[in-house]
């Protein structure tokens, strides 16, 4: 599995936009800075988000950006795939290089359903609000919740 510079852009993105969450629109050139992510690409990577669905875009002088639904309600999972596409494809095998072993191929084949499971099911467990209480954690400023 390879994370590319545009999936760890839009998982910073959205954490930011996290960190700001009801400051308001945040604009693409604040992200960008903050986050270090060249503004042209950062506002390709806006319009993916906001067709998933985890963004929501207002525009004219006080625009900017804000997440289209609380940050414990956004996974890594979500954000990876809606940029990446499935973390780990499915089947391997192409129809004109078919396996005289097939039970080779099946155990092979299991084995990276398994990863996808495990590594899906770990990203799925993270949200953003889980890296914004990391930071907080880091910071000092823990928030203990009843």
Known sequence: MRISNKGDYALRALFDLAQH????????????TRQG?????LNQLLIVLRRAGLIESLRGPQ????LARPP??????????A??????TGETVR?????SLLED???VNELWSELREQVEGLLA???LDELCQRKRQRAGNIMYYI
């Open 105 to 107: 191929h099946d155990l």
């Open 37 to 41: 992510i060249p503004v042209n690409y």
């Open 72 to 81: 414990e309600a956004i996974s890594l999972r979500e954000i990876l795939i």
């Open 125 to 127: 467990a993270i949200t």
């Open 63 to 66: 625009g900017g950006h804000l």
């Open 83 to 88: 940029i990446e596409g499935p973390l780990l």
């Open 95 to 99: 129809d004109e290089h078919r396996p």
């Open 21 to 32: 969450i009801g400051s308001g629109p945040v604009q693409s050139e604040a992200i960008a």
